[in-house]
């Protein structure tokens, strides 16, 4: 069974940066794609960054440049770097392999939070 822990969420002023990790057990994160999610109170979970098997990774236009996703196989952690954080990026963050989906054994999410 898939389980997912992510941590480093916090609260940080405008311009700050935050690095979010996710521990993954059941699975291997190298043989998977793995992604970063985001969902902000009333809104849908959007993706944020995902890292495919072979490294490849992509952004959304509204964080990219500023979030970095990266895998270290040997701990099976994945994780995103956060910088220029903006009021708009608050929200809670979540890792999960790309083959989730609602009804997936999603982890806690670890809550960010972004002041003005």
């Known amino acids: 069974q898939v389980q997912l822990v992510e941590s480093g969420g916090g609260l940080v002023q405008a311009g700050g940066s935050l690095r979010l990790s996710c521990a993954a057990s059941?699975?291997?994160?190298?043989?998977?794609?793995m992604g970063w999610y985001r969902q902000a109170p009333g809104k849908q979970r959007e993706v944020v960054a995902v890292i495919t098997r072979t490294g490849s990774t992509t952004y959304p236009d509204s964080v990219k440049g500023r979030f970095t996703i990266s895998r270290d196989s040997a701990k099976n952690m994945v994780y995103l770097q956060m910088n220029s954080l903006k009021p708009e990026d608050t929200a809670v963050y979540y890792c999960?392999?790309?083959?989730?989906?609602?009804?997936?054994?999603w982890g806690q999410g670890t809550q960010v939070t972004v002041s003005s």
């Open positions: 059941g699975m291997i994160v190298r043989s998977n794609a």
């Open positions: 999960a392999p790309t083959f989730f989906g609602p009804m997936s054994s």
